[in-house]
């Protein structure tokens, strides 16, 4: 069986991701989604989004260690 990957668009993903965070709500992101966002600001330096999308992903993925 063939699986086709669809990429998805960083910066709409980065939007989503920062839309949620201003919000106070939880969208579900899937591992590889929180990878690319944790990339990002990791990338970026910016801490504090780095730190919030490590929690984010921890919460929504406990057993999953990147």
Do not use: C, G
């Not at 939007?15 to 690319?36: G, P, Y």
């Not at 990338?43 to 989004?49: H, K, S």
């Amino acid at each position: 069986m063939t699986e086709e990957f669809l990429p998805y668009n960083n910066e709409e993903l980065i939007a989503r991701f920062e839309e949620m965070v201003k919000n106070n709500e939880t969208i579900f992101f899937d591992v590889d989604q929180f990878e690319a966002i944790i990339d990002h600001y990791f990338e970026r330096n910016e801490v504090n989004m780095l730190s919030t999308a490590v929690k984010y992903a921890t919460e929504q993925h406990p057993a999953n260690t990147m």
